[in-house]
């Protein structure tokens, strides 16, 4: 009877592969914990108005979970700290270059089609930084990524689809883990969130399988316990395509205002599942 999770981002209202992520996540706690946190850090995308209608698309499905919700915009204290650990450990540095630095530094993107980081920051005098940083120039807190391995060896995780795989994070270079205007990035909030909320079964799509490489370094640098995970196949249409709101697919709400039931939804994702 694991806790488990569903962790929405509130830029949109939820689609039926959000419902699939959701159910899954429930059904894997097996009658444990059933968690559902709002990961709302980053303030441009994020709309205070989809969380209520997340809640109540995840209630109107039947769906329970345990409360408080965890609202991370709530809890940038929590990442902070997280931040000054890996500070205090001399894993991690300030960064100035801007995008359009990096694009022109970078001459390959890595396999997600990000650009890896080229380190010109790493490389910085301690002077030049504290210069930098006092005449007011913007600048993100990235993860020596070589140290950081370094300092933990070679780890690995379970996932109960996947099964164990060796952590790669190096593929990442040095990743941001927080920036000026958002004190916390995407990799940090989750492991932060997943190691306070005591989740021990992270489901999600397995599109993230690879940020698991990230989550897997950042536990073990923060000395946070290592949960097992378990990431589901995403919902295709009938080529095999992922289901995304790009393409049109339909948001819960759309589907309830033409008539679709709750039970039917769950029928066709207990059916895919
Ligand atoms: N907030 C992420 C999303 O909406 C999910 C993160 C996770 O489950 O780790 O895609």
Known sequence: MPTTRFAPSPTGHLHLGHALSAVFAQRASEGGSFLVRIEDIDGTRCRPEFVGSILDDLAWLGLEWQTPVRVQS?????????????????????????????????????????????????????????????SGAPY?????????????????????????TTARPGQFGDIVIARKETPASYHLCVTVDDAIQGVEL?????????????????????GLPEPEYWHHPLLTDDKGKKLSKRDGDETLKAMRREGTTASSILNLLAAWL
């Open 74 to 134: 709530e809890h940038f204290d929590d990442y902070e700290r997280a931040v000054a650990l890996l500070d205090g450990e001399g894993l991690t540095y300030p960064c100035f270059c801007s995008r359009s630095d990096i694009r022109r530094a970078t001459e390959a993107p890595h396999s997600g089609g990000e650009q890896v980081y080229p380190g010109t920051c790493r490389a910085l005098e301690v002077a030049e930084r504290q210069d930098r940083i006092l």
């Open 140 to 164: 993100a807190i990235r993860l020596d990524m070589e140290s950081a391995r370094a300092r933990v060896g070679t780890l690995t995780w379970t996932d109960r689809q996947l099964g164990k």
């Open 202 to 222: 992270v489901t999600r799509g397995v599109d993230l399988a690879e940020c698991t490489h990230v989550h897997r370094l950042l536990r073990a640098l923060l």
